[in-house]
Structure formats: structure tokens, C-alpha cells
């Protein structure tokens, strides 16, 4: 089926390890962002890409980067882990804005 | 900037009851406006839209009018379900050339039988 498909589900960290997130759709847009959502918040944006070669900081960018390996994928990257990067992690693809986003199913990080 | 204001949760409502969840937002421009909903340990999904003024956006029963005038877009369903239970957030768009979301904090909705 087509959509976004993100990958791990589920991580658990120690303060001060790296890790990266991935990213794939196959539905052949342009954009994908990156959001994380934490209680009473919402989603916030923290990267994205407008398309294959271009990345952007969105709401809360600090201590994450990102890499658009291609158009298909999109990848987030801690460098160095903190609790309060503990979160859930959205990927999201649109097509026009009339159309809404595609999200992936999310991954649920722990920082301890 | 823009920004999505969303009615203060979680909501308990008994089956078949009316469900209204309120939505305003500021925005600069003309934006498109959007419920998503976000069943337990998954992602969110696209509930509903609306591009313009006076637009009514309808989806599985649930129903959000675009009203410029009071700059709202406030989620009625006339008869909840248990399987409604879930998280909804209003989130808004501007059209030109700018296409990421803004969300609101997210309504907790639980449906008891």
C-alpha cells in the first residue's frame, strides 16, 4: 500500500547516544517533514524538506539533524541523545496542501 | 504566525450523544483547514478538509464548517460511537507555496457505552 513507512517503532536510549530515524514514502512527493508530538503540545515541526536536495528547520530543530538521501527518503539523526528529546516521532509526506498528509505510524522514543 | 486553537480536553461523552469540538485558528492569507484524528498507537489520519470560506468538510458522520467571519472550524458529530474514541486536532495550512501544517494541542475524546 502506498504511504509512509518509518522505521524503528520503538527505541529506547541512554543520555548522550545517537541514533537515526528513517523515513521512506512511495508516493513520489516532493515534501516530507518530520514532527514530534509530546503531551498537551501537538505536533511540532522540526525539519523538513521541500524537495530532494533542500532541508529546512521548522519549530524545534535543536539538537536534531536530518538528511533527504533522495526524493524517497528522509531521515532524522540525534547526535546525542537528551530525556528531553523523549517523544513520539511523526514523518509526513503531503501532496498539495488540499489534499492533507500522509503520516507514517510513528516512532516511540525513551531517553534515559 | 500562524496558529490553531483547539478546546481543552479530554472530553467523556456516553454513546450517541453530540459531540463538539471547537477549533480557531490565526492565519495570514487564505488557509486551508483540516481535522485529523489519531486512533491509539497509530498515526494520524486525515478525518476532514475545507479550502475556502463556507465550505463544509464531512466524513464518517463528523461534519466542520469553515467560517472566516469568526476564523473557527468547530468538529460536530451528531451521534458518537465507542469506536470514536480517539485524539482529533484542527490543523491549518496556508495555500501559497507554503504547505506545512499547523496543529493544534490535540482533544482527547473517550466514549463510554
Known amino acids: 500500500n502506498a504511504g509512509v513507512t518509518q522505521t524503528p517503532k520503538f527505541q529506547v536510549l541512554k543520555t548522550g547516544q545517537s541514533m537515526t530515524l528513517q523515513c521512506a514514502q512511495d508516493?513520489?512527493?516532493?515534501?516530507m517533514y518530520w514532527y514530534r508530538q509530546d503531551p498537551g503540545m501537538g505536533l511540532r515541526l522540526i525539519y523538513y524538506?521541500?524537495?530532494?536536495?533542500?532541508?529546512d528547520k521548522g519549530e524545534v530543530p535543536n539538537g536534531y539533524n536530518v538528511s533527504r538521501l533522495n526524493k524517497r527518503e528522509f531521515s532524522l539523526r540525534l547526535e546525542s541523545a537528551a530525556p528531553s528529546q523523549t517523544s513520539v516521532y511523526f514523518c509526513?509526506?503531503?501532496?498539495?496542501?488540499?489534499?492533507?498528509?500522509?503520516f507514517g505510524s510513528g516512532t516511540r522514543l525513551t531517553v534515559v | 504566525g500562524n496558529s490553531v486553537t483547539q478546546m481543552e480536553g479530554p472530553v467523556t461523552l456516553s454513546e450517541e450523544a453530540f459531540l463538539t469540538i471547537n477549533c480557531t485558528y490565526t492565519?495570514?492569507?487564505?488557509?486551508?483547514l483540516f481535522w485529523y484524528v489519531q486512533y491509539p498507537g497509530e498515526g494520524l489520519q486525515l478525518l476532514l478538509k475545507?479550502?475556502?470560506?463556507?465550505d463544509k468538510g464531512s466524513n464518517k458522520g463528523f461534519e466542520a464548517t469553515y467560517r472566516k467571519e469568526t476564523t473557527s472550524f468547530h468538529l460536530e458529530k451528531g451521534s458518537v460511537q465507542v469506536s470514536d474514541s480517539a485524539v482529533y486536532f484542527c490543523?491549518?495550512?496556508?495555500?501559497?507555496?507554503?504547505?506545512?501544517?499547523?496543529f493544534g494541542t490535540g482533544t482527547r475524546l473517550t466514549i463510554i457505552p
Open positions: 509526513a509526506s503531503p501532496g498539495q496542501s488540499n489534499y492533507g498528509y500522509t
Open positions: 508516493m513520489n512527493h516532493n515534501s
Open positions: 524538506s521541500a524537495s530532494e536536495g533542500t532541508t
Open positions: 492565519a495570514t492569507g487564505y488557509p486551508s
Open positions: 475545507a479550502t475556502k470560506a463556507d
Open positions: 490543523a491549518l495550512s496556508t495555500y501559497f507555496g507554503n504547505e506545512k501544517l499547523t
